[in-house]
């Protein structure tokens, strides 16, 4: 039980900014726990996003500022976490064809153009979606964007470094537990309300098939996965499982 209390702790303090007691320790089968706890952890963050949808239709806002505070709201609930990863992952792929030097372009601070660019692009795309949405439809993309940490840590996913987040993390999952998660995913979203039974799933797929192409260029250009590969992943999940339940 102790291991998962950790898990738990450090999936909430990681991925939110609700204010949990520190792990007491951190290894890799802690690690694993919070990547599978993920969609748990960020549940606040998905009833933020629900009750913003839902205020902003109550006082007739106009979708598009509704979309735009549900996304937000996120934002603020995560300290733009994954945004910043999807930003300096961005960077980092389009630097160079160095996997060094594309690593040092990553580790950096700032966000160059491309980072920018691919940064408003996936806020766009997350917006526009949101416009449509109702308040369950925005609190199920959020929760199924984190669902997609557990395939990113699955065993046989290396990590670009010997350090960070990412070195922590990755492969700290067991492979029948991460398509275990997307298999609960999948079928819990077949209940979501005034949809088709089959758009919930629909999005669960989009969202990992996202994922994935992207864990796969990064493996491939990278080496492995970082923390900033991580929290892009999250975020093209989110845009990809909107976009399907718009």
Known sequence: MSRWADSARMAAGTLTTVPVPAPRVINR????????????????????????????????????????????????????????????????????????????????????????????????????????????????????????????CARGVPSARPEGLGATVAGSVPRTAAIAVGLAAAGLATLLPGLPWWRGPLAVALAYAVTGALLWRCTKRLGGVTGDVLGAGVEVAVAAALLALA
């Open 29 to 152: 089968r802690v690690a694993g726990g919070a990547m599978l706890l993920a969609p748990l952890a960020a549940l606040p963050l998905a009833v933020a996003a629900g009750l913003v949808v839902a205020a902003g239709q109550a006082v007739h806002l106009p979708s598009l500022a509704t979309a735009a505070l549900a996304v937000g709201a996120v934002a603020h609930g995560s300290r733009g976490l994954h945004l910043d990863g999807l930003a300096d992952t961005a960077d980092g792929l389009g630097a160079s064809y160095d996997r060094a030097k594309a690593l040092d372009v990553m580790r950096r601070g700032d966000s160059g153009p491309t980072g920018v660019a691919t940064l408003v692009f996936v806020l766009l795309v997350q917006v526009g979606a949101l416009t449509a949405a109702g308040p369950v439809t925005a609190a199920a993309g959020v929760v199924v964007g984190r669902c997609t940490l557990s395939l990113a």
